[in-house]
C-alpha cells in the first residue's frame, strides 16, 4: 500500500520559516511528480508548487520566491521550504501525487494528510 505523509507544519509569527515534509512509503517504482496544495479556511484548495521526476519545478505566482520545493530521492521524500511567512499563509498544506507506479500497478491522486501551518501577525 503506497502512502504520503506529510508533516512539518506549525505556529510560527510573521516572518517566520517551515519546512515541510512529505514522505512516499511503499513498493514505488516511480512518482511522476509531486504538488503541494493548501486550503485555507473557507477557500477552496490551490496549487502551490510541483516538482517533476526530473527536477523541475514550478510555483504558484503567490508564492515565488518564498517557497522552495526540493527532495531526497534515498529518503523518497520531498519538502517544502516556507520563507518570510505572512497571515494569509495560514493554511492546511498538503502533498499530493498525481500518479505513483507500484508493483500492483499505477496509483492516481494520492495524498497526505494535511499539516496545519498557522503564522500569526
Known amino acids: 500500500q503506497v502512502q504520503l505523509a506529510d508533516s512539518g507544519g506549525g505556529s510560527v509569527q510573521f516572518g517566520g520559516s517551515l519546512t515541510l515534509s512529505c514522505a512516499a512509503s511503499g513498493i514505488i517504482f516511480s512518482i511522476n511528480a509531486i504538488e503541494w496544495h493548501r486550503q485555507a479556511p473557507g477557500k477552496e484548495r490551490e496549487f502551490v508548487a510541483q516538482?517533476?521526476?526530473?527536477?523541475?519545478?514550478s510555483y504558484a505566482d503567490s508564492v515565488k520566491g518564498r517557497f522552495t520545493i526540493s527532495r531526497d530521492n534515498a529518503k523518497n521524500t520531498w519538502y517544502l521550504r516556507m520563507k518570510s511567512l505572512k497571515p494569509e499563509h495560514t493554511a492546511v498544506y498538503y502533498c499530493?501525487?498525481?500518479?505513483?507506479?507500484?508493483?500492483?500497478?499505477?496509483?492516481?491522486?494520492?495524498w497526505g494528510q494535511g499539516t496545519q501551518v498557522t503564522v500569526s501577525s
Open positions: 516538482m517533476s521526476s526530473g527536477g523541475s519545478t
Open positions: 499530493n501525487a498525481p500518479a505513483i507506479e507500484t508493483q500492483k500497478g499505477v496509483v492516481y491522486d494520492s
